[in-house]
């Protein structure tokens, strides 16, 4: 993949996995029983969820400057021993505020261990040269709700959603912990801005880091990226929280609307695929540009043809959805290079975990207000996010990056 050899990709894709299945996913299974347990209303449980993606907008520059400086190996053994301590917490959870503070715990394990720090982990491991790792562990993590959801549910069933929590807890530090423990090391006489190769097994890139790019323009570039991510976000967690209500709204029956919801996930997992065969022939700009676009053409398609189209809808949603997962990995090393990846990976994405915060609360009352009409405003979003694309491309030509991503196919 690209010069990552086949294990860290599958390490790094189940330990991923392992971590949205029990952070982000984790809700929709358990905030019920818990907040029937602990007397109070589910919409606090989401709320303290919610203030956990708010510390992990937070953490995210840390722990990107972390993995710069050290390697994602220590990162992220460090957010494997802090999701179970998190998850710990909550399983151990009295009442309102013993549950908020283990969700704060677990959105600070979010912001250091999720897909930027994966990301940043493998640019400072492989460099140029990271694009088709970072395809290939999104492959693997988007089943991660296929995962989460299922086991969440049979252990609460089974144990209770306290030991469910356990449950999760002891998988990070059986599973999660010694997988993110055999990243490879970086080699002890590493630079930060570049590392050597002398190491074959460790497959770093020995390629000189791309020149930055000047101060305006990389400013530029750099705030109308971050909008990307935050537009792309707030659509994605708005269709995720809200997707059935939203196409009962539009006039699918509950069934229709739940089966057009379950085809969202394969379409992500295909939408990678077609990224990681046909795509990867063309620049990650096109891509992204292609994906932002998809939205807005199934709310276009959905609300003039009606709920017949509720399916093209789900589709076209999730294979966007799904390429611009890895172009949040891959637009920000090809376009300023892996020098500082992780630092610039975390304050690019600040903004849009603040979105996908505020994206349940924001579009639910859009949707109180305006019924399906509220998807005008996610499909303008989403139209915003594409201009935002094209600009970028007036801004940035980023021909040494597409000549080394050349001479890796």
Not at 76 to 93: Q, R
Not at 140 to 146: E, L, M, N, P
Not at 167 to 175: E, K, S, T
């Amino acid at each position: 993949m690209s010069g990552a050899p086949v294990r860290v990709v599958g390490a790094l894709g189940i330990a991923q996995t392992l971590a949205w299945a029990s952070s982000y996913y984790l809700p929709a299974m358990l905030a019920a029983p818990m907040a029937a347990e602990l007397d109070v209303p589910t919409p606090a449980v989401y709320a303290a969820f919610s203030g956990a993606m708010v510390v992990s907008a937070l953490v995210g520059p840390w722990a990107g400057q972390a993995i710069d400086r050290r390697g994602g190996r220590v990162v992220l053994v460090g957010t494997s021993l802090t999701f179970a301590f998190g998850l710990a917490m909550l399983g151990l959870a009295q009442g309102l505020w013993t549950m908020v503070a283990a969700w704060l715990v677990i959105g600070a394990a979010m912001g250091a261990g999720l897909y930027e720090a994966a990301f940043s982990s493998l640019v400072r491991l492989y460099g140029q040269h990271a694009r088709g790792a970072i395809t290939g562990i999104t492959l693997i993590a988007g089943f991660a709700s296929t995962v989460g959801w299922p086991l969440s549910a049979w252990m609460d069933t089974q144990f209770g959603w306290r030991n469910a929590c356990l449950g999760w807890a002891g998988i990070h530090l059986l599973i999660g912990l010694p997988l993110n423990a055999w990243l490879p090391k970086l080699p002890a006489h590493a630079k930060p801005e570049r590392l050597a190769a002398a190491d074959p097994a460790q497959a770093v890139s020995s390629a000189s880091p791309s020149p930055a790019p000047s101060a305006p323009r990389s400013g530029y570039a750099t705030a109308l990226l971050a909008f990307v991510f935050a537009a792309t976000w707030f659509i994605s967690t708005a269709m995720a929280t809200h997707l059935p209500r939203m196409l009962e709204a539009a006039g699918a029956t509950l069934a229709a609307a739940v089966a057009a919801g379950a085809l969202i996930g394969p379409a992500q997992v295909a939408g990678r695929v077609l990224e990681f065969g046909l795509l990867r022939r063309v620049h990650p700009l096109l891509s992204a540009r292609l994906a932002a676009v998809a939205h807005p053409v199934g709310v276009a398609m959905l609300l003039t043809a009606g709920p017949a189209m509720a399916p093209v809808f789900a589709i076209l949603h999730g294979a966007g959805n799904g390429i611009l997962t890895i172009a949040k990995g891959t637009l920000p090393l090809v376009l300023f290079g892996a020098q500082g990846y992780g630092a610039r990976q975390g304050w690019l994405m600040m903004p849009a975990r603040f979105a996908q915060a505020l994206s349940p609360l924001l579009f639910g009352f859009a949707l109180d207000a305006w019924g399906a009409n509220a998807l005008w405003l996610s499909g303008a979003i989403g139209l915003a996010a594409c201009g935002a694309l094209m600009l970028l491309r007036a801004q940035h030509k980023p021909d040494s990056q597409v000549s080394v991503l050349h001479q890796e196919r």
